[in-house]
T-cell receptor, first 115, second 111 residues
Framework: KAGVTQTPRYLIKTRGQQVTLSCSPISGHRSVSWYQQTPGQGLQFLFEYFSETQRNKGNFPGRFSGRQFSNSRSEMNVSTLELGDSALYLC??????????????FGPGTRLTVL | KNEVEQSPQNLTAQEGEFITINCSYSVGISALHWLQQHPGGGIVSLFMLSSGKKKHGRLIATINIQEKHSSLHITASHPRDSAVYICAVPNYGGSQGNLIFGKGTKLSVKP
């Protein structure tokens, strides 16, 4: 099976712009989570989607949003970019067949730089 | 909210040494994850464990649910083991994809 893919891999934007990142989970996986990684804060949970519904949201401002499509692919959007949004954005998918603990399979990440 | 503490933050070892990385968490969990991140950013899941011990090659992970503590051991360490090792647990009251992470242990193995 193909792994989790994320596009684009690298992105440079300027303050005030918006950006959309895409994540394609492993085939058959229904849960997609998004995480932000910065040198200062480490890895932080953004949100989780399951069957097109947002199941959880982390402590991020409303500028961060996401969605999941019927084929489980997910996008996240950041509007009105700030310098502090520069980070590695990772998505992870899991099967979530039985509702119990699942191994998370991570994508390679999208490195966003805001100038 | 679950709190996750990892130690040490940095670890330098000589090739062949036995490595131990520790992780403690504050709230009871269903499972704990050990992750490996190489320079460049990609994260690989090494273990997910709910109890006892798991072994994969030279890597061993243990968890003590009562003491809320887990350890990751690397036997006969090798320079290719150099990476950041991160433990993660589900956030209290959250779903399995809502993870809280430790700050990571940066391991450098010298030949």
């Amino acid at each position: 099976k193909a792994g989790v893919t994320q596009t684009p891999r690298y992105l440079i934007k300027t303050r005030g712009q918006q950006v959309t990142l895409s994540c394609s989970p492993i085939s058959g996986h229904r849960s997609v989570s998004w995480y932000q990684q910065t040198p200062g804060q480490g890895l932080q949970f953004l949100f989780e989607y399951f069957s097109e519904t947002q199941r959880n949201k982390g402590n991020f401002p409303g500028r961060f949003s996401g969605r999941q499509f019927s084929n489980s692919r997910s996008e996240m959007n950041v509007s009105t970019l700030e310098l502090g949004d520069s980070a590695l954005y990772l998505c992870a998918s899991s099967p979530q067949l039985a509702g119990g603990p699942d191994t998370q399979y991570f994508g390679p990440g999208t490195r966003l730089t805001v100038l | 909210k679950n709190e996750v503490e990892q130690s040490p933050q940095n670890l330098t070892a000589q090739e062949g040494e036995f490595i131990t990385i520790n992780c403690s968490y504050s709230v009871g969990i269903s499972a704990l994850h050990w992750l490996q991140q190489h320079p460049g950013g990609g994260i690989v899941s090494l273990f997910m464990l709910s109890s006892g011990k798991k072994k994969h090659g030279r890597l061993i992970a243990t968890i003590n649910i009562q003491e809320k503590h887990s350890s990751l051991h690397i036997t006969a360490s090798h320079p290719r083991d150099s990476a950041v090792y991160i433990c993660a647990v589900p956030n209290y009251g959250g779903s399995q994809g809502n993870l809280i992470f430790g700050k990571g242990t940066k391991l450098s193995v010298k030949p």
